[in-house]
């Protein structure tokens, strides 16, 4: 079993920076991918951007792609979303995912999944 534990969202102005962190820890030799979603209040959840843990290959989404940067640690089983440029529209909850590749899972989804930290832009 994995756990996830995020951490750095927090309330900044428009423009600013934040860093969300993110640690797993139990087996995490079974994950493949870990990402970043968000969910703003009355929205559906979406992905921000993941990355490979074989390769470090990275994706985003389009609204974030150019502010945003998600990395990794292997050796601390951290990832990072560098968060630069923040708009008010990227007010969410932001939750830390992980495909765990010993549990069957529909194509492209997540089945692990941290407790969210709340990022707040205001303008």
């Known amino acids: 079993q994995v756990q996830l534990d995020e951490s750095g969202g927090g309330l900044v102005q428009a423009g600013d920076s934040l860093r969300l962190s993110c640690t797993a820890s139990g087996r995490t030799f079974t994950l493949t991918h870990m990402a970043w979603l968000r969910q703003a209040s009355g929205k559906e959840r979406e992905s921000v951007a993941a990355?490979?843990?074989?390769?470090?290959?990275?994706l985003y989404a389009e609204s974030v792609r150019g502010r945003f940067t998600i990395s990794r640690d292997s050796a601390k089983n951290t990832i990072y979303l560098q968060m630069d440029g923040l708009k008010p529209e990227d007010t969410a909850v932001y939750y830390c995912?992980?495909?765990?590749?010993?549990?069957?899972?529909?194509?492209?989804?997540?089945?692990?999944w941290g407790q969210g930290t709340q990022v707040t832009v205001s303008s």
């Open positions: 995912a992980a495909l765990d590749a010993t549990i069957p899972t529909k194509p492209g989804l997540y089945n692990c």
């Open positions: 990355i490979s843990l074989s390769d470090s290959a990275t």
